[in-house]
């Protein structure tokens, strides 16, 4: 009985612990990446660790603000569009705390794509419901590809730049330009899966026939297992990887690369 009873005050503890501080989980999440990262400095020398440290240093600010400017442009566009309630429940906002999910954002650290918490979309406040929630959508991939446009920039601009500046300062800016576009690619393209609940699977059901909607309604309730499968054995990667290179060699081309 004792036992039990220590057991319920630390749960209510640890959740007490959870509303008090809301930087918890910007905590946690940092924290894993760094017991990562501590283990990979056991597995290389002083001058890569070095280097190891600032590139993860690097990483970390791009996950967040990629997951949360994702959503924040899918709360944005529905906003435009008339749909007050992400505003209402605070999401309109480029605060990570209001949109990181914790998984979601070690995944992308870990295997270059991730999730965020969904934003809230009331399809009612819209006057064309259907094209508004294709449009919102939408919004979230293409806010990615914008900034992987950016970080092709911060590529060309390295380069650009190379003669004035010093080689670890180079190699940063290089690695954060690539850092920023491969990450966002990721994150738009499998975004775009059409699987529920990704925004691909809106995307697609706006430009189905209502009859081809019906037989497939069904993956909306089996959709996010059939992802975690998809994502469990390594087939998420297989469908990425490609359409990240594609995607990476046609910015890249945009900069004269």
Not at 45 to 72: K, R
Not at 195 to 204: C, K, R, Y
Not at 224 to 237: E, K, P
Request: proline share 6%.
């Amino acid at each position: 009985m004792q036992s039990e009873n220590m057991k319920y005050f630390q749960s209510i503890n640890a959740r007490d612990r959870v509303a008090s501080d809301p930087y918890f989980k910007v905590k946690l999440i940092v924290g894993i990446i760094a017991f990562l990262y501590i283990v990979n400095l056991f597995q290389m020398g002083t001058a890569s660790a070095v280097s190891a440290m600032a590139e993860y240093l690097i990483m970390i600010p791009v996950i967040f603000f990629s997951l949360t400017f994702h959503e924040f442009s899918h709360a944005l566009m529905a906003d435009f569009l008339g749909d007050p309630t992400p505003r209402k429940l605070g999401r309109l906002s480029m605060n990570p705390l209001k949109h990181i999910d914790w998984i979601g954002a070690i995944m992308l650290f870990v295997a270059n794509f991730g999730w965020a918490k969904p934003v809230p979309v009331n399809p009612g406040n819209f006057r064309m419901p259907a094209r508004a929630m294709m449009s919102v959508s939408a919004a979230g991939p293409i806010s990615n590809l914008l900034l992987a446009v950016i970080g092709g920039g911060i590529i060309k601009l390295c380069i650009t730049l190379q003669p004035q500046l010093s080689p670890f300062t180079i190699e940063m800016g290089l690695f954060l330009g690539k850092t920023i576009l491969i990450m966002n690619l990721s994150l738009a393209f499998f975004n775009m899966i059409p699987i529920a609940p990704l925004d691909g699977s809106h995307i697609m059901n706006y430009f189905l026939p209502a009859r081809i909607k019906m037989k497939l309604s069904f993956l909306n309730e089996m959709g996010s297992f059939l992802l975690i499968f998809l994502v469990m054995f390594g087939v998420v990667g297989i469908i990425l990887k490609p359409l990240v290179t594609f995607g990476y060699r046609i910015i890249l081309s945009l900069y004269g690369f």
